[in-house]
Structures are given as C-alpha cells and as structure tokens.
C-alpha cells in the first residue's frame, strides 16, 4: 500500500505491524475522512481490522486507506486523587 507523498499522506502501515497500535486515516464515501486509531488486530483479503481501546472491532477496506502510521501505546488511564 502506497500514500501520497506530495499531499503529505503516507501509509507506512504494513501486514508485519499487526499487533501494533495504528492510526489510521480512511476516506468515507461521503467525501469526508474519518480516522480510526487501535491496535492492528488482523490485515487479511485487503481488510485490516483494528481493535479501539473501548474494545470495539472496526474494519478498513485497504482501499479507503489515505494515510496511517504505527503510534505509541495508548498512556494508562489517569489516577483519581485520592480523598483522605
């Protein structure tokens, strides 16, 4: 999967980064974009499916796929104060 470089969009997500955490950019039939950032669960027969942190599955046609990278893990959830 190629991006475009002179628009600055570039995909440097591949098959081997699954198990990674992703954003991914993919454009809606709309028109519009819409990103979708989680880990890279699977990429199979042109669909990579990416894992949100509320546990929701979500599938990305390769084709709609206009930009995407690895990211860092997601940071673990703030501490509340605690009351005394």
Known sequence: MSGRIGAR?????TPADVGERVSLRR????GEY????GVLESW???????RRRNG???DV????????KVVPPA??????PRSD
């Open 75 to 80: 940071p673990p959830p703030k501490r509340r």
């Open 34 to 37: 819409s990103d979708v950032v």
């Open 61 to 68: 046609p390769e084709g709609i796929v206009v930009a995407g």
């Open 9 to 13: 969009l570039v995909v440097s997500v």
């Open 27 to 30: 454009r809606l039939p709309t």
């Open 44 to 50: 199979s027969g042109g669909v990579l499916e990416v």
């Open 56 to 58: 929701e599955l979500v």
